[in-house]
């Protein structure tokens, strides 16, 4: 039987999270780092990761009550039924009003500015 030899960058993916959490140890964060220096293509995904990262991050940031995001839970969000369409910000849309809601959330009707 063939012993099988594992791609680490078949492994890399799973880690994006964490690492850009900040929720590595110091040893993992080295590893991939100098995984990185040597595989471009892993690079250039994790990088894509990131900005995808960075806008849902910023998104979820902009749609959470103002002054609430310290200390946050998921028992303070679903306690947290102030919000309103007029305390929205969605970065390039202009929020109009709330649609409906339920169970999963609520729904706003939004123009996105670059559009019209």
């Not at 960058?9 to 590595?24: A, R």
């Not at 902009?62 to 839970?73: H, I, Q, S, V, Y």
């Not at 998921?74 to 369409?85: A, N, V, Y």
Request: proline share 3%; hydrophobic share 30%; charged share 30%.
């Amino acid at each position: 039987m063939k012993a099988r030899i594992e791609n680490p960058c078949q492994k890399m993916e799973q880690y994006f999270q964490s690492y850009l959490d900040g929720e590595l140890t110091p040893k993992e964060k080295q590893i991939i780092d100098g995984h990185f220096q040597s595989c471009e293509e892993c690079k250039r995904l994790f990088q894509k990761y990131g900005k995808v990262y960075k806008q849902l991050k910023s998104i979820f940031w902009n749609l959470a009550p103002k002054g609430k995001m310290e200390g946050l839970t998921l028992e303070s969000l679903e306690e947290s039924e102030e919000m309103d369409s007029s305390s929205l910000e969605v970065p390039g849309f202009k929020i109009l009003e709330l649609m409906g809601q339920g169970s999963m959330g609520k729904v706003y009707k939004a123009v996105q500015i670059s559009l019209g």
